[in-house]
């Protein structure tokens, strides 16, 4: 055996041995009769082991230049620049390749950037030699050399649909199908270089979780096109990261559409009774009370509105405030619906309630699970509506409902608590549009000058010098003008 076939035993690495002893014969070459065939071999070596890694994942900015074994997964579009000071337009392309322990994005230009377009096969195995940098997405590699391995094997899989566990920073050419768990409208902002772009979220579920889906500009208005529900495929959407989750996206090259056929979604929820103060997870429930909505004065003079309804599953039920245009969904009684991403605050009276802001997504399920549908209509019966029916007898049932604490804050983060309480008590108006005499029965859901009362179907200022908490159940009595109660008598319910 000789020289260079004992240095390349000792070596580890994927190179063939022919393509190695060409390298050494070039070394010797290049070296011009100052190296042996030994010492090129062990110079060749030391290049091979200082380039080689073991993987994509081991790939980080500020190594010199790699060499790895990565599987094509998505070769993106050809594009063309113009070079500065150059009348020769450049050309690149981007290229997701992958092995078993990662995905990275390699970069080819010019001319190597054609050949990539018109060569390169999803599937097809690459040796690839270039210099890493920070991207936009992550690590990516700049290009130096690549070739086909042919007879070298990576066990990845390259995809032609994703689902929601497959998905990973950098992806690109990504299609996946999913249910529609909920919409968003269409929102402008003002780019740096002065021009208006537009933006819009679904939320999709699929068989392996959810992930929420960002439509830009054109886009954007596919948000409003389907409802609830629906089936859709998401076409040629990238991945990014916003707050630690991953996120796909779809520009202009892609696409978002309607599919016939079921997808299924089973969302994976914390039980009620399991519930944690400070954290923020995904419950689910039937749907037992309902509230009005309730609009309230932010402190910077805008207008916001929340919505309270309880929900109950096998272990328990809990209070969920809906804040901004969550309000306006169509939740009603016995519906079972997905809360993802609530955040679990300190409510009235102690409990524990449910904060869906603008990070939370709200799916009204077309079923419920099997084990969900009995307590669900149950508790809708005896703690909903049907809490007000008659038991048979000609005697006023003196139950009386009471709804607990949302975060009144004009956020849904919590700072400042309020109060409906649907009283079965009514409240009696005695010549209120004449000036005369009212008492009113309702809860503080504004501390202040002045105080308004809620009885959960009507909302009522009053001027008072009492000392009043948000939260207080009062009944007030005095005369009425301008529709504004002037109390001369406050009375605490007990």
Known sequence: MGAIEDVYDDLDTDVDFEEFEAAVEDKVEQMGGLADEETAAMLIAHELRDEEVEGVADVAPGMDDVKFLAKVMSVGDLRTFERDGDDDDGSVVNVEVADESGRIRITMWDDMAEDAVESLEVGQVLRVAGRPKDGYNGVEVDVDKVEPAPDAEVDVEALDTYRVEDLALGLSD??????????????????????????????????????RVTLWDEKADLATEFGTGESVEVVDGYVRERDGTLELHVGNRGAVEALDEAIEYVPDTTDIDALELGETTDIAGGVIETDPKRTFDRDDGSEGQVRNVRIKDETGDIRVALWGEKADLDIDLADYVVFTDVEIQDGWQDDLEASAGWQSTISVMDDAPEDAADTTAEAAQSTGLGAFESS????????????????????????????VTDQSAEATTTDAETGGTETFTGTV?????????????????????????????VTV??????????????????
Do not use: C, M, W, Y
């Open 477 to 494: 009595t005095g005369p009425v003008s301008d529709g504004t109660i002037t109390a001369a008598d406050v009375e605490r319910t007990e």
């Open 445 to 473: 859901v504004q501390a202040g000058s002045p105080v308004v009362l809620d009885d959960g179907t009507e909302t009522r200022s009053v001027e008072t010098d009492e000392s009043l908490r948000l939260g207080e159940e």
């Open 174 to 211: 990504v299609n996946l199908k999913g249910r529609v768990l909920s919409t968003d409208s269409v929102r402008t902002f003002d780019r740096d270089d002065g021009s208006e772009g537009r933006v819009a979220n679904l939320t999709l579920g699929g068989p392996t979780g959810r992930v």
């Open 392 to 419: 048979g007898s000609n005697e006023t049932d003196d139950t009386t409902a009471s709804d607990g604490a949302a975060s009144v804050d004009g956020s849904g983060s919590g700072a400042v608590a309020a109060t």
